[in-house]
């Protein structure tokens, strides 16, 4: 059987940035991955992100938290995060290494008022209160993605 072989040279950087050659490539470049998440154009803020992520199935609320800032949202009163959501993340990684496993980025904590799940990245936090102990398929990677892409919202 006859088959044609063609050979795909690598895409670089030079070809990506010409690819994205409008007004605010920058912000596009950007934004690549979370608009990859949320399967939108739009450009990102950490509030944006933040009502984006209370709108993901089984989500009741969220805070973000970059080195900088930390911006909360939630569908109600009750699901919202304490304000000292930033503190978590000091407190989960010396638990972390209490537990020894000091490596650990996502944390699921049960209580007797709810689900908490946390996600760390770097100096990045997402951290969510949900409606049932479980995720939804595909939710908990996009948690993920999003605690890995909110450091390029910083400026």
């Given at each position: 059987?006859?088959?044609?072989?063609?050979?795909?040279?690598?895409?670089?950087?030079?070809?990506?940035?010409?690819?994205?050659?409008?007004?605010?490539?920058?912000?596009?470049?950007?934004?690549?991955?979370?608009?990859?998440?949320?399967?939108?154009?739009?450009?990102?803020?950490?509030?944006a992100?933040?009502?984006?992520?209370?709108?993901?199935?089984?989500?009741?609320?969220?805070?973000?938290?970059?080195?900088?800032?930390?911006?909360?949202?939630?569908?109600?009163?009750?699901?919202?995060?304490?304000?000292?959501?930033?503190?978590?993340?000091?407190?989960?990684?010396?638990?972390?290494?209490?537990?020894?496993?000091?490596e650990?980025r996502?944390?699921?904590?049960?209580?007797?008022?709810?689900?908490?799940?946390?996600?760390?990245?770097?100096?990045?936090?997402?951290?969510?209160?949900?409606?049932?102990s479980?995720?939804?398929?595909?939710?908990?990677?996009?948690?993920?993605?999003?605690?890995?892409?909110?450091?390029?919202?910083?400026?």
């Amino acid at each position: 059987a006859d088959f044609q072989v063609e050979t795909v040279s690598p895409v670089n950087d030079e070809m990506l940035e010409m690819g994205a050659m409008q007004e605010d490539s920058d912000i596009s470049l950007r934004d690549l991955e979370l608009r990859a998440i949320f399967s939108t154009d739009e450009n990102f803020t950490l509030s944006a992100v933040a009502q984006k992520v209370v709108g993901l199935e089984g989500v009741e609320g969220c805070a973000l938290a970059t080195k900088t800032k930390l911006v909360q949202a939630s569908k109600t009163e009750q699901s919202r995060l304490g304000s000292e959501a930033r503190e978590m993340i000091g407190t989960i990684r010396n638990l972390a290494k209490l537990t020894g496993l000091p490596e650990a980025r996502s944390f699921t904590l049960h209580t007797d008022r709810g689900t908490v799940s946390i996600f760390l990245e770097g100096d990045c936090c997402v951290t969510v209160n949900h409606s049932s102990s479980e995720f939804r398929p595909g939710v908990k990677e996009k948690l993920i993605l999003i605690a890995r892409s909110i450091h390029k919202l910083e400026d």
